[in-house]
């Protein structure tokens, strides 16, 4: 049997290797995103509601990592994470379209997961209404990252409770209208959450606008429903034919025409495939990306944000992550143009009128 090597109790490994000089370390926010905890741009993890009301921040991250209410290919519930680690700065990072580094202007904090488990559709879909509720009834701004389009029909309403259902609108980037009546019988799909939301009540059809449709979903008799509701939209062929710019203000226009605060709902999809492939329903003839960026710095500059979805982000499709990193620059951009409006004076919380 070969003799053990004999270990010398005062060698100093340290030293002999170099591991014992001094080293500057790092707080975790400014590591890069590949080390620490997985949080959105790094930023604090609270996802208690007590610790976030005390606290006070100004926006929030919210995960809902559910895909089980697709009609075609799944792999949303793995968004969330994807978005958060789809990023290649840290710290205090400065915007070179807007001019300002927006973590030195607001506080920002990402609230963890919905309690989400599989194949549970009625619970998730609970689970997701509470805790963004939770979240929107501390004043914070709720960023959501889905997750399949089915979460903004429980995201939306918990925000519209905590404001006043029927106040908030809706501007809507998407391929598809998702105002379906039924998914093959199934109510909550992903391709009814708009008709869900605006039956109910939390939303009203006339502060409704939608931005990007095409392609050949769903059924013209749809679009006759919308038209009864008093919901607006703009076909993907009006930015091919006036431009993103047109077709934004417009929506913009239409969108303060009655609410008091608007909600932005992403569908990662309505980017053309080419640039975001990462996506259960891919549509091609989208939007550039940065036809999207622009609008959601545009949108969020102009209204009083209520809330934010990004959705529909299927990893599993996209070995390069380029549809996470444009999901993760949408949130990053609204971010951005929440901290120009707190510097123009606006107020970006939601602070509950005093009765």
């Not at 047109?246 to 569908?267: F, N």
Request: hydrophobic share 40%; proline share 8%.
């Amino acid at each position: 049997m070969p003799e053990r090597p004999h270990h010398d109790p005062d060698r100093d490994f340290a030293r002999l290797n170099g591991w014992d000089r001094p080293f500057e370390t790092y707080p975790d926010f400014d590591l890069p995103t590949y080390v620490g905890p997985v949080s959105f741009m790094k930023l604090p993890w609270i996802p208690d509601a007590d610790e976030l009301a005390r606290r006070k921040p100004d926006v929030a991250i919210v995960g809902a990592p559910f895909d089980d209410a697709v009609s075609h290919r799944p792999g949303a519930r793995f968004g969330p994470r994807a978005i958060r680690e789809a990023q290649y700065t840290t710290g205090s990072i400065h915007s070179l379209q807007l001019g300002l580094e927006p973590f030195e202007v607001l506080d920002v904090v990402d609230s963890g997961d919905a309690n989400i488990v599989p194949a549970w559709l009625e619970r998730s879909h609970a689970l997701i209404y509470r805790k963004v509720r939770e979240v929107a009834a501390t004043g914070a701004i709720p960023i959501v990252l889905g997750g399949d389009h089915s979460i903004t029909w429980p995201s939306a309403t918990a925000i519209a409770e905590v404001r006043r259902p029927g106040s908030v609108g809706i501007v809507h980037f998407d391929a598809h209208a998702d105002t379906a009546n039924a998914d093959w019988g199934v109510l909550a799909g992903h391709g009814t959450p708009m008709r869900r939301l605006i039956e109910s009540g939390a939303v009203l059809g006339r502060n409704f606008v939608q931005v990007g449709l095409r392609g050949y979903w769903p059924p013209i008799e749809t679009f006759e429903w919308m038209k009864t509701q008093g919901m607006r939209w703009h076909f993907m062929r009006e930015i091919e034919e006036r431009g993103a710019e047109a077709v934004i203000r417009e929506a913009i226009a239409e969108a303060l025409d009655g609410p008091e605060a608007v909600y932005l709902s992403i569908d990662i999809d309505v980017i053309d495939p080419g640039m975001a492939p990462g996506t259960g329903t891919p549509e091609p003839g989208g939007m550039l990306t940065r036809e999207v960026l622009r609008a959601i710095r545009q949108i969020v500059g102009a209204v009083e944000l209520a809330g934010m979805d990004i959705v529909e982000v299927s990893p599993p499709y996209d070995q390069a992550e380029t549809t996470a990193m444009a999901a993760n620059r949408c949130a990053l951009e609204a971010i951005t143009a929440l901290a120009r409006r707190k510097l123009a004076g606006h107020p970006v919380r939601f602070e509950r009128p005093a009765r």
